[in-house]
């Protein structure tokens, strides 16, 4: 059990976030300090937010490369709804992105379930859609900070116990969705759905519509962080959050999350989102351009998932070695 454990991806996330921490503190020992690190996290979140989204769908043997496009996209029309009317209440913003996220999560989901259409196509045509409709709602505009009410870029700096809102949002989705995926029928079924298909639908799983969930999940918590990210920084223009998908599906595979599906868990995704967030923050700090961090999150994914076929092809040895001495 304990060697298990150790062994575990979510074991060895926390022994590199830590040595990695240790590292940077050697030269720079402000880094550590509780403050800073609430920091970091508050920080990462908008990340953690959408890996979770992203963890569920790759469970399912899928890939949502629209998730960067569905924030901007989201956040732009909250952004435009604010400028137009000031006085709308931050509860009716909130739902708006939410279910705006959740139509454009849906529009993949059906695409993938109703049409058969391969997901990565599918989400890298509805990312260049989603990102030209921003173009044609703010005709290539940018929504500035002076435009936007105060209550609109408060919500997510407001601090509840020594911690910002936008926190402890990512912490309840954390809560959240480890209830969900590992007490509830719908967690297994996504499990299920990418780990074997095929059995899936003997024990009377619908793979297709399971796979739409999950795009629509992962829309919906794209679009809370649309809200969230153009309140947090106070801008909103039609390459926000450009490329983020790539950190999105770097923070997944990081955690231990399968490309093959079937394969991940929340605190993997957690853990690989934290691994990049002190990364990112860290590279300033070491007189290093934020420019690599495209570099490292594109290594870190090849690298990820090398390990991933590696400890299957592995599995598959000791099962193949197993049939041979049976026989």
Request: with cysteine; net charge positive.
């Given at each position: 059990?304990?060697?298990?454990l150790?062994?575990?991806?979510e074991?060895?996330?926390?022994g590199?976030?830590?040595?990695?921490?240790?590292?940077?503190?050697?030269r720079f020992?402000?880094?550590?300090?509780p403050?800073?690190?609430?920091?970091?996290?508050?920080?990462?979140?908008?990340?953690?937010?959408?890996?979770?989204?992203?963890m569920?769908?790759?469970l399912?043997?899928?890939?949502?490369?629209?998730?960067?496009?569905?924030l901007?996209?989201?956040?732009?029309?909250?952004?435009?709804?604010?400028?137009?009317?000031?006085g709308?209440?931050?509860?009716v913003?909130?739902?708006?992105?939410?279910?705006?996220g959740t139509?454009?999560?849906?529009?993949?989901?059906?695409?993938?379930?109703?049409?058969?259409i391969?997901p990565?196509v599918?989400?890298?045509g509805t990312?260049?859609?989603?990102?030209?409709?921003?173009f044609?709602?703010?005709d290539?505009?940018?929504?500035?900070?002076?435009e936007?009410?105060?209550a609109?870029?408060?919500?997510?700096?407001?601090?509840i116990?020594?911690?910002?809102?936008?926190?402890?949002i990512a912490?309840?989705?954390?809560?959240?969705?480890?209830?969900?995926?590992?007490?509830?029928?719908?967690?297994?079924?996504?499990?299920?759905?990418?780990g074997?298909?095929?059995?899936?639908?003997?024990?009377?799983?619908?793979?297709g519509?399971?796979?739409?969930?999950?795009?629509?999940?992962?829309?919906?918590?794209?679009?809370?962080t649309?809200?969230?990210?153009v309140?947090?920084?106070?801008?909103?223009?039609v390459?926000?959050?450009?490329?983020f998908?790539l950190?999105?599906?770097?923070?997944?595979?990081?955690?231990g999350?399968?490309?093959m599906?079937?394969?991940?868990s929340?605190?993997?995704?957690?853990?690989?989102?934290?691994?990049l967030?002190?990364i990112?923050?860290a590279?300033?700090?070491?007189n290093?351009?934020?420019?690599w961090q495209?570099?490292i999150?594109g290594s870190?994914?090849?690298?990820?998932?090398?390990?991933?076929a590696?400890?299957?092809r592995?599995?598959?040895?000791?099962?193949?070695?197993?049939?041979?001495?049976?026989?």
């Open positions: 059990m304990l060697k298990r150790i062994k575990s991806r074991m060895l996330l926390i590199a976030i830590v040595v990695l921490l240790g590292v940077i503190s050697t020992p402000a880094f550590v300090a403050s800073n690190l609430a920091h970091v996290f508050n920080d990462t979140s908008p990340l953690i937010l959408l890996a979770i989204g992203q569920i769908v790759i399912t043997k899928c890939i949502d490369l629209s998730v960067a496009a569905n901007a996209l989201t956040g732009m029309v909250v952004s435009m709804i604010n400028v137009a009317a000031p709308v209440p931050v509860p913003i909130l739902a708006v992105a939410v279910a705006l139509a454009l999560g849906m529009f993949n989901g059906l695409l993938v379930w109703k049409l058969g391969p990565i599918v989400t890298l990312m260049t859609i989603f990102r030209g409709v921003i044609l709602l703010s290539g505009k940018w929504v500035n900070s002076h936007m009410s105060p609109f870029k408060a919500f997510p700096r407001a601090e116990l020594g911690l910002p809102v936008l926190s402890w912490i309840v989705v954390v809560v959240l969705f480890t209830i969900v995926m590992t007490r509830t029928t719908l967690g297994r079924a996504f499990y299920a759905a990418g074997n298909p095929h059995a899936a639908t003997y024990a009377g799983i619908d793979v519509k399971t796979q739409f969930w999950a795009f629509t999940i992962s829309g919906a918590l794209a679009g809370l649309g809200y969230l990210w309140s947090r920084y106070a801008v909103a223009y390459d926000i959050a450009g490329g998908e950190d999105v599906v770097a923070a997944c595979v990081i955690g999350v399968s490309i599906g079937g394969i991940g929340v605190g993997g995704a957690v853990l690989g989102a934290l691994f967030g002190v990112k923050n590279l300033p700090v070491v290093i351009s934020p420019f495209l570099a999150s870190a994914i090849i690298i990820a998932v090398a390990l991933n590696q400890a299957n592995d599995k598959g040895r000791i099962i193949l070695k197993r049939a041979e001495h049976a026989a």
